[in-house]
């Protein structure tokens, strides 16, 4: 089993920024991808971005060039860092991690981003 322990969030005004960073524990081993989804109310989670092992990065078109993913192997810890946030960016967004086909989550932090 896979622990994530998201921290981070928050409510920030249109054009502000914020960090979210998933802490892993557990049976950690063989966790090849990390990242970040998000729901808003009333609508489907979705990817926001992800990082593979090998540092390689994909993001929802919505974030690109906005939002940034990164990963601490040694921490294993992967980092999201919001910029230039609009309110379409608000929703609970949930740390993900994908280990030999099995998917876990964490409990999910708050973004909320006024106009």
């Known amino acids: 089993q896979v622990q994530l322990m998201e921290s981070g969030g928050g409510l920030v005004q249109a054009g502000g920024s914020l960090s979210l960073s998933c802490a892993a524990s557990g049976s950690i081993f063989s966790i090849n991808t990390m990242g970040w989804y998000r729901q808003a109310p009333g609508m489907q989670r979705e990817l926001v971005a992800v990082?593979?092992?090998?540092?390689?990065?994909n993001y929802a078109n919505s974030v690109k060039g906005r939002f940034t993913i990164s990963r601490d192997n040694a921490k294993n810890t992967v980092y999201l860092q919001m910029n230039s946030l609009k309110p379409e960016d608000t929703a609970v967004y949930y740390c993900?991690?994908?280990?030999?086909?099995?998917?876990?989550w964490g409990q999910g932090t708050q973004v909320t981003v006024s106009s």
């Open positions: 990082i593979i092992a090998g540092g390689i990065t």
């Open positions: 993900n991690a994908q280990q030999l086909g099995s998917y876990y």
